[in-house]
């Protein structure tokens, strides 16, 4: 089988290496290319891989801030070597012969294609709550909807809890300034005496990550302002447990916010959305499986590849 290289860097606690890890282990299973998964930081790292494994083509978890090191000379450099494909995260990117959208809804062209979502596989255990446990996670950057959140739940409910994990993001805020801030944004909101509010901060694994949203009767992402941002990865997670998921009507969420019935805080209480459950979300569980994924690179690689 031909080979392919896919290249990610090597910091955990950041949403892109997540994003890239999680679709490589899906398509590593690709029975029509041998796809290597590798984690490198360095120039020296890249010509390495790619001499040592030849590969027909590269596919980059590209962001500028995590692969400093490809430069346009590196770039110019491979051309003759190899197809250079990019996983697009929202930010212009140049040099590549071919990109590949995070964001399911775009359209395929000549220069890029649009991928169903990275999915995970969930076999743990759900919990039964004796009150209403709401739950949402993520960085502390932008406007999360952390407090937004604990206010809706005060205002709907008289006993609930609110569980908010917000982790220290590597790039941006390493020392947790920020994710400290929001948490203590978040213990200063008034509620009722029966509503209890949880902040962690603990780095947590896949399998946690997903233990903890499977722990939740809903999860809810409130995000502020609309943005230019791709579909959030957040979503992933609380779609592989399959509970029910609340949003607002942010770009990050374009991918999901159209559903009958709506997901969405400005259309839908969170106790109506909690009472509908995951109907609304089934179609996603079915189109974006591990399965679809890797068809979907498959397709594209052998358009671009021959």
Same mark, same amino acid.
């Given at each position: ?162 569980? $908010?994990? #917000?982790?220290?993001? &590597? ?5 947790? %300034?920020?994710?400290? =801030? ?62 029910? $998921?609340? #949003?607002?009507?942010? &770009? ?5 916010? %159209?559903?009958?019935? =709506? ?44």
């Amino acid at each position: 089988m031909r080979n392919i290289l896919f290249l990610n860097h090597k910091v955990q606690n950041c949403g892109v290496y997540q994003y890239g890890y999680r679709t490589s282990q899906a398509i590593i299973k690709s029975s029509k290319f041998n796809i290597t998964y590798v984690e490198i930081d360095s120039e020296a790292e890249f010509q390495h891989y790619t001499q040592s494994l030849a590969p027909i083509a590269v596919i980059y978890n590209y962001y500028p801030s995590t692969m400093p090191w490809l430069t346009p000379k590196v770039q110019n450099e491979s051309r003759s070597r190899f197809k250079q494909i990019a996983i697009f995260h929202e930010v212009p990117l140049t040099g590549f012969d071919y990109h590949i959208y995070v964001d399911p809804t775009t359209t395929e062209d000549a220069t890029h294609s649009p991928v169903g979502r990275p999915l995970l596989k969930f076999n743990g255990i759900y919990q039964e709550n004796k009150v209403p446990v709401f739950g949402t996670f993520g960085f502390a950057f932008g406007e999360k909807g952390y407090t937004r959140l604990i206010q809706l739940v005060n205002s709907e409910f008289d006993e609930a809890i609110v569980n $908010i994990h #917000i982790a220290f993001a &590597n790039f941006g805020d390493a020392a947790g %300034t920020i994710a400290r =801030s929001a948490a203590a944004s978040c213990r200063s909101i008034d509620h009722k005496p029966g509503i209890k509010v949880n902040v962690s901060h603990e780095f947590m694994s896949n399998d946690e990550i997903l233990d903890f949203l499977a722990s939740n009767s809903l999860n809810a992402f409130l995000y502020g302002t609309a943005s230019n941002r791709g579909p959030a990865s957040t979503i992933d997670y609380a779609l592989s447990v399959k509970r029910p $998921i609340a #949003i607002t009507k942010n &770009n990050q969420f374009i991918h999901i916010r %159209t559903t009958s019935p =709506s997901i969405c805080v400005e259309e839908n209480s969170l106790s109506a959305i909690l009472e509908n459950g995951t109907k609304p979300l089934e179609r996603f569980y079915k189109a974006w499986s591990n399965e679809n994924l890797l068809q979907d690179y498959e397709r594209i690689l052998s358009k671009i590849c021959g």
